[in-house]
């Protein structure tokens, strides 16, 4: 059986957070941050996290902004945006300066997400 990947989300609201968790938790082993500052501090701790998935408004701290300075201590992981939003063009060119992997909409869509990470990853 192949190594479970890690996956950190990252999300204001603890009801998201638990929405996610069980949502993901039967293919990849979720860890759950409140805040882009603390999502930092876990990905300093779990140096083999492969995906993070951030919400993009959340106070102090937008999602795309965690992302560009997670991405620029661990640059090799997958950074991925969801938002219950429009896209915005700040998310857009994120995207195309590989800065972020893909834009999923809130409510997600399960396999959309699944199937990114795992193109994503391959």
Do not use: W
């Not at 995906?51 to 701290?61: C, F, L, T, W």
């Amino acid at each position: 059986m192949s190594e479970r990947i890690k996956l950190l989300y990252v999300d204001d609201e603890p009801t998201n957070l638990i929405l996610f968790e069980h949502n993901f938790n039967k293919h990849f082993d979720i860890i759950t941050a409140e805040s882009g500052k603390q999502g930092l501090e876990i990905l300093k701790k779990n140096p083999q996290t492969k995906v993070v998935i951030s919400d993009m408004r959340m106070p102090e701290m937008s999602g795309l902004e965690f992302i560009k300075t997670a991405k620029g201590e661990f640059p090799t992981k997958k950074y991925y945006i969801l938002t219950g939003y429009e896209i915005t063009p700040d998310i857009s060119e994120a995207i195309k300066g590989n800065i972020v992997t893909n834009c999923f909409s809130k409510p997600f869509n399960k396999q959309e997400i699944e199937d990114s990470i795992a193109e994503s990853l391959n």
